[in-house]
């Protein structure tokens, strides 16, 4: 069982409010990502990082940023959270290849 | 463009019975490749890998082979069992990023 948190597991919130959702693992893996899914899709790479002080946008566009300044935390912040960014936000982290991911938080912009 | 597909939606099968669950993908730098068990409400579990230097690799009640010659990834579950019923997702990745593309899942229904 990997130990990865996630926090929240839902939340519904406003428009143009900011949320930072919160990611920890305590496997100590140098490698951490975050991904989005819509219920039943694929999960789309939206950031990653390979260590502290380092993150690299993923292959989908997204208006989040994220931060790497603790091994075991990454978290993704929406400044201004709109309707479209309602979705799941899936973390992972990852040694020799394989990933390991958190529960998810449903997030649902009104 | 990289792209990992699963050749059905929805399966659905007989309690008891093998299930067989397909993918295919268009990288042939890919090396390592995954499979994803995901239930409502969680996020994925590791199933299985294998990577490419291999043909078939076996855990309990699963089995994934992989067809490099035609970028085909399959899993197989043994005596499908109503707590199979997950979505299932494949991976692949380059081994160099540790990047994972993943393909369109395809949900597992069992029948009692």
């Known amino acids: 069982e990997a130990d990865i948190y996630q926090t929240p597991r839902y939340l519904v919130i406003g428009t143009g409010k900011k949320i930072t959702l919160e990611c920890s693992q305590t496997?100590?893996?140098?490698?951490m990502y975050w991904y989005q899914q819509d219920p039943g899709m694929e999960l789309h790479l939206i950031h990653y990082s390979y260590g502290v002080n380092s993150t690299e946008k993923g292959d989908l566009s997204s208006e989040s940023t994220v931060s790497r300044i603790r091994t075991e935390h990454f978290p993704l912040t929406l400044e201004s959270a709109r309707p479209s960014h309602t979705s799941q936000y899936l973390c992972a982290s990852s040694a020799s290849g394989k990933q390991y991911f958190g529960p998810g938080t449903r997030l649902t912009v009104t | 463009g990289e792209s990992v597909g699963l050749h059905l939606p929805t399966l659905s099968v007989q309690e008891g019975d093998n299930s067989i669950i397909n993918c295919a993908y268009s990288?042939?730098?890919?090396?390592?490749f995954i499979w994803y068990k995901q239930e409502s409400g969680k996020g994925p579990q590791f199933i299985i890998d294998i990577r490419s230097n291999m043909d078939k690799r076996q855990g309990q009640r699963v089995t994934v082979l992989l067809n490099k010659t035609v970028k085909h990834l399959s899993l197989q579950i043994a005596a499908t069992q109503p707590g199979d019923s997950a979505v299932y997702f494949c991976?692949?990745?380059?081994?160099?990023?540790?990047?994972?593309?993943f393909g369109q899942g395809t949900t597992l229904q069992v029948k009692p």
């Open positions: 991976a692949e990745s380059d081994g160099n990023t540790g990047k994972l593309i």
């Open positions: 990288n042939s730098a890919s090396d390592y």
């Open positions: 496997m100590g893996h140098d490698k």
